[in-house]
């Protein structure tokens, strides 16, 4: 009998842009695994009936994207309490028994690219956070996890940001829009995890006068791979981390589940899917 040969697609509506299939794509070809990994469309309405069919395709898991990363949870057996804590799942593993198992791999995607990419202790200071959405909420709890002081919340809706500090805790301190900028004074990890800056849209205004030279930066914007805080960030004489090293690590542990292999983020990774 021959061996079957794994599947992995990623879900999400729309789902053409995603890097995903080409990075793990990638992974598949340098370790001369079998295996194939694919994009797939599904709408909201189709999610259930598409995740119960998947496992008697040959499907052993898959990654989930816009607009499934909440959904996803209700129809999981298990769910990781990493994953339940962040309200979205982005991994999912079809058990041999049958059992769909949620995880969440985007705070540790985010921890690891700064471990790998800069000195950063995150117990020497405050961390300064602009944004409270799903990336932010991924960002707030690998923080609290590795050990953060204090984490200090600004959002354009400062509802948002009151909503998170309910559910995360007296660590998140709420700053107003306005004030943003303030709330980098004697921040040593600072974080942007709103779209601003990104190609396309609004850029990223909040001044950075406050900004700390031994503080850690980095922006989950990685179109383009510099932003604007990023380059003044280095100019100030900060550590910078760009975002696409987040995307990368993120897909470590479930390319290791699917397919037997821990495949290595490095440049030529890098190269690869910054040549797509």
Excluded at 26 to 52: A, E
Excluded at 58 to 64: D, L
Excluded at 259 to 268: A, L, T
Aim: charged share 20%.
């Amino acid at each position: 009998m021959s061996e079957k040969i794994p599947l992995v697609a990623v879900l999400g509506s729309p789902i053409a842009h995603s890097k995903s299939p080409q990075l793990h794509g990638y992974w598949l070809k340098r370790y001369g695994i079998r295996g194939h990994y694919i994009p797939v469309d599904v709408s909201q309405s189709d999610l259930k009936d598409v995740l119960r069919h998947m496992p008697k395709m040959g499907f052993v898991g898959a990654n989930v994207t816009i607009p499934h990363k909440e959904a996803v949870l209700a129809l999981a057996d298990v769910v990781t309490d990493r994953a339940a804590l962040i309200g979205a799942a982005n991994t999912l593993i079809f058990m041999p028994d049958g059992k769909l198992y949620a995880d969440n791999t985007d705070g540790y995607g985010f921890i690891e690219n700064l471990r790998a990419n800069a000195s950063w202790d995150p117990e020497r200071g405050p961390a300064a956070v602009f944004g409270a959405g799903g990336a932010a909420r991924a960002v707030i709890s690998s923080l609290i996890e590795v050990g953060a002081p204090e984490i200090r919340l600004a959002n354009r809706t400062r509802n948002r940001s009151e909503a998170l500090r309910e559910e995360f805790g007296a660590k998140l301190q709420i700053v107003d829009w306005v004030q943003a900028g303030n709330m980098l004074d004697g921040a040593m990890t600072v974080v942007n995890t709103t779209s601003l800056g990104m190609i396309g849209k609004p850029e990223f205004k909040v001044p950075l006068d406050a900004l700390e030279s031994s503080a850690v930066v980095t922006d989950l914007v990685y179109t383009p791979l510099q932003t604007a805080l990023l380059a003044t960030a280095k100019e100030i004489g900060c550590q910078t981390v760009d975002g696409l090293g987040m995307l990368l690590y993120q897909a470590v542990p479930g390319f290791e589940r699917w397919f037997g292999h821990r495949p290595d983020v490095d440049d030529e990774t890098r190269r690869v899917i910054l040549n797509q």
